[in-house]
């Protein structure tokens, strides 16, 4: 599975934005895909997952409210809706996908800068 992310930038606190993750090369029905951020200097973090296949979500506690997780089935796409971004959420974001435990693919990330 290759993934592509996308649609980082520089937002101002309190705006939202939307990150895409292309993916391709394999039929993704039976994965599950993730979303993980990173801060400098700060461990990876886990955003949340969707089932490709119906489309169930999991978020950790800390990520419930402000961060929306989707697929598009058609154009093989994961999202994730950023809403009420503050500037702790600055980070590389990532999208992974696995089958099975590990996860065993990463896209390359896209940087979200929040200034205050």
């Known amino acids: 599975v290759q993934l592509q992310a996308s649609g980082g930038g520089l937002v101002q606190a309190g705006g939202s934005l939307r990150l895409s993750c292309a993916a391709s090369?394999?039929?993704?029905?039976?994965?599950?895909m993730g979303w993980f951020r990173q801060a400098p200097g700060k461990e990876r973090e886990f955003v949340g997952t969707i089932r490709w296949s119906g489309g169930s979500t999991y978020y950790p506690d800390s990520m419930k409210g402000r961060f929306t997780i989707s697929r598009d089935n058609a154009k093989n796409t994961l999202y994730l809706q950023m809403v009420r971004l503050k500037p702790e959420d600055t980070a590389v974001y990532y999208c992974?996908?696995?089958?099975?435990?590990?996860?065993?693919?990463w896209g390359q990330g896209t940087q979200v800068t929040v200034s205050s």
């Open positions: 090369g394999r039929t993704l029905s039976d994965y599950i």
């Open positions: 992974a996908a696995r089958k099975y435990s590990p996860w065993a693919y």
